[in-house]
């Protein structure tokens, strides 16, 4: 169940236009404590004193924990933000990373999947650059966040199952560690 999107400009667009409100839009309790548990997940996951890339890193919620780690995003707008806050944030595309292979020992991405059509080739360009392994989220399908997304006409944002996002990591040989489920966010841990 994993669906093309076909507005990937509209997704560049939306962020852009966000950019400069998304900070404080992003302070209601809803996201304070998904981002709490995202980045304790990552912790959990995560040596954060490895090599590590966070793919699709907006305006730097979590670069910010993690200083010495490196961001890419595709919207000039949210990496503009980031940078302001003198976090290691450059323009890049998920799906086309500018980086050699097992150039980071972990790569994550957070609140992205959903909305990259590709994300097949978004999760082996992660594996690429990984030598050691990957987390991510995914929005659920089975979720009242899914069913809340479709009422909006949310056309930019994918809900997936989760034997679906397995099925594309048993291609790219990655083994699950661990997962997480909160409300319509699925995180996924995974080795090389
Ligand atoms: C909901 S925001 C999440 C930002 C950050 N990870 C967080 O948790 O606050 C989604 C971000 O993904 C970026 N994005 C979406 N598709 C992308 C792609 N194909 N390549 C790089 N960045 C992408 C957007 O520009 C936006 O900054």
């Known amino acids: 169940m994993i669906p093309l999107i076909n507005k990937v400009d509209s997704v560049n667009e939306y962020y852009s236009k ?59 707008e949210m990496v503009k933000v980031a940078k302001s ?35 097949q080739l978004m999760l082996s360009e992660m594996v690429r650059v990984s030598k050691i392994g990957i987390v991510f989220d995914f929005y659920n399908f089975f979720s009242l966040k899914a069913l809340k997304d479709y009422f909006n006409g949310g056309d930019y944002i994918r809900h997936d199952d989760f034997n679906s996002v397995k099925s594309l990591l048993g291609d790219l040989k990655i083994t699950v560690v661990d997962e997480k489920k909160h409300k319509g966010y699925f995180m996924v841990a995974g080795l090389k």
């Open 85 to 119: 806050k003198n976090l290691n944030a450059s323009l890049g595309d998920a799906t086309r990373l500018d980086f050699k292979d097992n150039s980071f020992d972990y790569s994550f991405s957070f609140k992205v999947f959903a909305h990259v059509p590709n994300c």
């Open 18 to 76: 966000y950019a400069k409100t998304y900070d404080s839009s992003r302070t209601t309790p809803h996201f304070s404590k998904l981002n709490k548990l995202q980045y304790l997940f990552l912790k959990e996951n995560i040596d954060l004193n490895k090599r590590i890339l966070e793919v699709g890193c907006g305006t730097g919620e979590f670069l910010k924990r993690i200083p010495t780690a490196v961001g890419i995003d595709f919207s000039e």
